[in-house]
């Protein structure tokens, strides 16, 4: 794209001297020439943010309702455990960085896609945390059940919750890092 507009020299005499301008146009075109090109508008360095806002919007929601039932079920006489208040915790923890991680796609703040990472892998570490511990503890039977079941039946269904917890940490684990990659190839690159 050209820079310069082409206007008659008359015209460009008047305009530097209505300007107070020193030159003539003669100077003033060869003042022109040694300028830096104009660098060409690149592609929109936060563009990818607009998609990550969206995924971290759906991710912030999902993250809030789960945060909701687990405090709710922690409040429960049933549920009031060390294990619940700290599930409790963590998801109210990741639920509000979450938070974070999309007002900063919604933003274009740089930090958002490090911090996205970080959270999302959080959670994922979380999911595997909690799925392997639980896929290798002894499940927990009632005497009254364990009595009316045959002997056969404790290890079954020991092995259908431990194959049940793997498959949630594997498919959880993995989708949640899959999603902090996501949020991390949306760095906007610096020159040194």
Do not use: W
């Not at 006489?77 to 979450?98: D, K, M, N, Q, R």
């Not at 970080?118 to 945390?129: D, E, G, P, T, V």
Request: with cysteine; charged share 15%.
């Amino acid at each position: 794209m050209d820079r310069l507009v082409s206007i008659p020299r008359e015209s460009l005499a008047q305009l530097l001297q209505a300007a107070d301008s020193p030159l003539t146009p003669e100077e003033y075109l060869a003042s022109l020439s040694n300028l830096p090109p104009v660098p060409e508008a690149g592609p929109d360095p936060f563009r990818k943010y607009r998609s990550r806002a969206v995924a971290a919007a759906f991710s912030k929601y999902f993250l809030l309702i789960a945060a909701i039932i687990s405090t709710g079920l922690t409040c429960t006489p049933i549920g009031f455990g060390i294990e619940g208040i700290i599930v409790s915790v963590s998801l109210i923890a990741l639920t509000y960085f979450e938070y974070r991680v999309h007002s900063g796609f919604r933003d274009h703040q740089p930090e958002a896609p490090l911090l996205g990472f970080r959270n999302q892998s959080a959670f994922a570490l979380f999911i595997l945390i909690y799925c392997l511990y639980h896929a290798f503890a002894p499940v927990q039977i009632p005497a009254d059940y364990r009595e009316a079941m045959e002997p056969d039946m404790t290890g079954t269904i020991q092995l259908v919750v431990m194959v049940s917890y793997l498959a949630i940490a594997i498919v959880g684990g993995l989708s949640q890092f899959g999603l902090a990659c996501y949020y991390r190839a949306a760095r906007i690159k610096t020159q040194v």
